[in-house]
């Protein structure tokens, strides 16, 4: 299997290249130049299976055997979610008959983006090992210097798939005394020598304005070989696939005596920022598993819930003025909402599924409809770039809604959602960008048929968000938070050894300065 770019060209990347570039030198994502079909019977030889098999029967059908044997990915499959605390990795809760949660935040730290990182992490170190084993004695070996921008939520997670790794250092910046208490500690409190957070006098903005002008400096990024873990590395979409088909043998098993499992039609309701997770439900869908709808739920920051209605991705909301906005407002035009991980302007893997649309609305010879594919989609992305806008045609905008539906919820129902889920029966604590995938089932709920079973993706543990939790249910006499929400793990965790590095202003000469300090070259 090779990858291409979304934005076309003829070059075509092995799965090791496609994990450690990232993104395309041409500014597109890459793809796999066909979605793999399902096997003959898988639906009853994988029906038994456990994640980590799952896991190696989906990869493998994207990686080649000659790219990583059988015998190494289950190696690498299963020392990634060995650190995760449920024996199911992301387990399938019942809310009731109609309804589920899938649960994805029982890795190290508590979000769903462990079940990527920690897959990408080993991936990184078993890529490294194997290029530098060839090398002869005496030369340098290859090593890799990942660099990001956090305001919370991701740091923690890739610093926990990154650490302790051969030949990978990570540097993190996050806005000194900006992110929550809980967030700071779970990422200062890793004391592994390749792991180095760097606090800095500033705001999110401009930590992230220093690490893409580190991407940019390209003397500097050539000599430390600097690298991304972002949401759109192929892996992490990859890695993400596997729970879909997890929940989808899960819900069959659950389902009373008498309801056949061929009758149902699955919804997946899915909280949404960077169109990472519910981006994997549609390759899933695409290979062959029969789900039904694919719901993106959003924050205010809608500019997905405004695509599906109009065909229009726009930055700014043209069809009614910021005005009406009482949410406040970033420097960058980003709303600051409950939840802050879907925070967002744009939605970088969106890319990938706009590849899709302009492909299915072509036609002729695939090689040719790829190509066309490309062309279109590097047209739109440079009129997002330009104009901070695109429309797709109608028939593109008709394909999407295809497999999608798309829901905007506010912060107040958010509050209401989990305020009402916490005094349900039986009680269920959510944290908030759960509570916007909730809410926007609940919605959806009474206009779907009676054999819609809905999966809500649980992408946060609600210790994590305690702030937007505790606000919900303040003045509930029955909530307590130690004893309710906060898990074990988080006791004293404030208390812990930290390892962090100040620095005291937003200056890209200091960070880097930090980072020629401790690289490993
Ligand atoms: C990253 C994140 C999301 C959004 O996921 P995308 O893949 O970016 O759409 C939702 N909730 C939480 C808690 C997250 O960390």
Not at 294 to 317: C, H, M, P
Not at 429 to 457: C, F, K, M, Y
Not at 504 to 517: F, N
């Amino acid at each position: 299997m090779k990858y291409f770019s979304t934005r076309g060209g003829d070059q075509k990347l092995s799965f090791e290249e496609t994990v450690l570039m990232g993104l395309a030198p041409n500014g597109g994502l890459y793809i796999p130049e066909s979605i793999p079909q399902l096997p003959e019977n898988w639906i009853n030889d994988w029906k038994n299976y456990s994640f980590v098999e799952l896991s190696v029967a989906v990869l493998s059908l994207y990686i080649s055997p000659e790219e990583i044997s059988r015998e190494e990915l289950v190696s690498l499959v299963e020392k990634s979610y060995s650190t995760f605390r449920h024996p199911d990795v992301t387990p399938l809760h019942k809310l009731d008959d109609k309804s589920f949660v899938l649960e994805l935040f029982h890795g190290p730290t508590f979000a769903f983006k462990d079940v990527a990182l920690q897959l990408l992490g080993n991936l990184f170190e078993f890529f490294l090992a194997r290029r530098n084993a060839v090398k002869a004695a005496g030369q340098t070996p290859e090593t890799l210097t990942v660099v990001g921008a956090t305001s919370g939520d991701t740091g923690s997670a890739a610093i926990y798939g990154l650490r302790g790794k051969e030949n990978v250092s990570i540097f993190i910046l996050h806005p000194k005394g900006r992110v929550s208490p809980i967030q700071e500690a779970q990422m200062t409190t890793v004391t592994d020598a390749n792991v180095h957070n760097i606090a800095v006098k500033a705001t999110f903005d401009d930590c992230q304005d220093i690490v893409k002008a580190l991407f940019a400096d390209k003397v500097f990024n050539a000599k430390h070989h600097l690298g991304a873990v972002n949401s759109i590395n192929w892996a992490r979409i990859l890695a993400q696939t596997v729970y879909y088909f997890l929940s989808f043998f899960h819900i069959r098993s659950q389902l009373p005596t008498g309801t056949s499992p061929e009758n149902i039609d699955i919804q997946y309701v899915v909280p949404t920022g960077n169109f990472g997770d519910i981006l994997a439900g549609y390759y899933a869908k695409k290979m062959g598993l029969p789900i039904g709808k694919l719901v993106v739920a959003t924050n205010a920051n809608d500019i997905l819930a405004r695509f599906w209605k109009s065909g229009k991705y726009e930055k700014v909301d043209s069809g009614s003025p910021a005005t009406q906005s009482v949410i406040s407002v970033d420097a960058s035009g980003v709303k600051e909402t409950l939840s802050p991980a879907m925070d967002i302007l744009v939605s970088s893997n969106f890319e990938r599924l706009l590849w899709y649309l302009a492909y299915e609305t072509t036609s002729g010879p695939v090689e040719e409809r790829q190509l066309e594919a490309g062309a279109i989609v590097n047209g739109w992305m440079n009129k997002v770039k330009a104009e901070g806008r695109v429309e797709v045609p109608v028939a593109a905008l008709e394909q999407a809604r295809k497999d999608f539906l798309a829901e905007r919820v506010s912060d107040k129902e958010t509050l209401q959602t989990i305020k009402s889920f916490f005094n349900g029966q039986p009680s269920y604590v959510a944290d908030p960008h759960t509570a916007v995938g909730l809410t926007a089932a609940r919605r959806l709920a009474p206009q779907n048929s009676e054999n819609v079973r809905q999966i809500i993706l649980s992408t946060a543990h609600p210790a994590k968000f305690s702030e937007a939790v505790s606000k919900a249910l303040e003045g509930s006499s029955k909530f307590n938070f130690e004893r309710d929400v906060l898990p074990t793990e988080f006791h004293g965790l404030l208390e812990k050894e930290r390892s962090v590095i100040d620095v005291d202003r937003p200056d890209i000469d200091l960070v880097k300065a930090v980072i020629e300090r401790f690289a490993t070259v």
